[in-house]
């Protein structure tokens, strides 16, 4: 059988989506990948290494991160039974389409603001569940009678997912228009996606008692441990077995898992000293931004804020300018809502010190003090 023959068997839609790959570049600020800027203290990352070096390397970790879950359960208060790790929260997503979005009688589609977490779209697509996309308000806010229309299609979304605070917006959606969507719509399974909400304290969602419709999900990826790779979700009784059925065992490594563990229970308190510095700085960022001529800064909630520039070629400018002097910004102008808009991380007060100095040469008129 020869190449041309056997691609047949393709999934169409793969030919027109997009690969995510960046290339690992050297950079003094990095300010465009959500990450915790904060760096862990040399106490903390001797401690890891110890743990790391306990491990037995030939033995496969447990099949369902036990000890992991049942630490992640205490903090919610939940049965271990309920929560459910994955490889980040992109393998969650991947195991909730896959459990909730293949009914046979008609197609599955899922709804999701637009815009947001491009894998919520990306992994759908990749198994051919359709996407209807509903744009967010021009303040960035969740168009309420958009969602209730497009959630009452037909015979109803599988999954709606909501990104609080959303990605690559920083927005903080009213929590009652989530709660009526959720009320109003009980045949849609929502997806509360938690990823920033430890720069929102005090704005959660989760409660004990959550409808038997609504999946909780978060990560450690943005509390200063993105290189485990690490999410974890929280599910309704009659979701749990069927997630855990197409869940991979061993999906979490031995060594994610156990720093992990560690992280959570010895070093607690200096993880949450660490999000402190971040929400601070987060105030310097935002500062340093409104100081951009005729810009337009966002309600920034999540570790980024979203600033649109006049006029809106200037996005593109300004993020290439930045990253030759070695400062990586998301330039957002290319998504819906988005136009001429920048996304800047929270990073160091170093990182944000180089940023202050870089504006004042990319941007005419921009204040030097």
């Known amino acids: 059988m020869t190449t041309s023959e056997w691609t047949r068997h393709l999934r169409p839609a793969l030919a027109g989506l997009d690969v995510y790959d960046i290339e ?34 030939n033995r496969y970790p447990d099949t369902s991160g036990r000890k992991l879950r049942a630490l992640l359960a205490q903090r919610h208060a939940v ?11 992109d393998e969650l ?24 977490f ?65 009320a109003q719509h009980p045949a849609t399974v929502f997806v509360l996606d938690e990823a920033y909400i430890s720069y929102s304290p005090g704005a959660t969602l989760w409660r004990q008692g959550l409808p038997d419709n609504v999946v909780y999900m978060s990560t450690l990826s943005k509390i200063g441990l993105a290189a485990l790779r690490i999410g974890y979700l929280v599910a309704p009784p009659a979701l749990r077995r069927p997630l855990n059925v197409v869940r991979n065992p061993y999906n979490v490594s031995a060594t ?20 402190t510095r971040s929400l601070a700085a987060r105030q310097k960022l935002v500062g340093l931004l409104e100081k951009i001529p005729k810009a337009k800064v966002f309600p920034a909630h999540a570790n980024f804020a979203v600033v649109r520039l006049d006029p809106a070629g200037e996005a593109t400018r300004v993020a290439e300018a930045l990253a030759q002097r070695g400062i990586l910004v998301k330039d957002a102008s290319a998504m819906p809502r988005l136009a001429g808009c920048l996304r800047v991380g ?24």
């Not at 690992?24 to 290494?49: I, S, T």
């Not at 049965?79 to 490889?87: I, K, M, R």
């Not at 997503?93 to 947001?116: K, N």
């Not at 160091?348 to 004042?360: F, G, I, P, R």
């Open 256 to 275: 994610s898992q156990a720093i992990a563990e560690l992280v959570l229970t010895k070093f607690d308190g200096v993880q949450k000293a660490m999000l």
């Open 79 to 89: 049965d271990p039974e309920a929560v459910v790790l994955g490889c980040g929260s």
């Open 93 to 116: 997503i991947g195991f909730l389409l896959t459990a909730l979005g293949g009914r046979p009688s008609e197609p599955s589609f899922i709804v999701v603001p637009t815009p947001t």
């Open 24 to 57: 690992p570049v050297p950079v003094k600020a990095r300010l465009a990948a959500n990450e915790l800027a904060e760096p862990w203290p040399m106490e903390v990352v001797q401690e890891v290494g110890k743990r790391v070096a306990q491990l037995e390397l």
């Open 118 to 182: 491009q894998m919520y779209g990306h992994a759908a697509r990749c198994r051919g569940i359709g996407v209807l996309e509903v744009p967010l308000t021009e303040e960035l806010e969740l168009d309420e009678t958009l969602m209730h229309e497009a959630l009452g299609v037909a015979t109803g979304a599988a999954l709606c997912f909501l990104a609080r605070p959303n990605n690559p917006t920083s927005s903080l959606w009213d929590s009652a228009v989530i709660e009526r969507l959720i």
């Open 346 to 369: 929270v990073g160091t007060n170093a990182e944000l010190d180089l940023l202050a100095k870089a504006l004042v040469e990319v941007i005419p008129g921009y204040p030097a003090t």
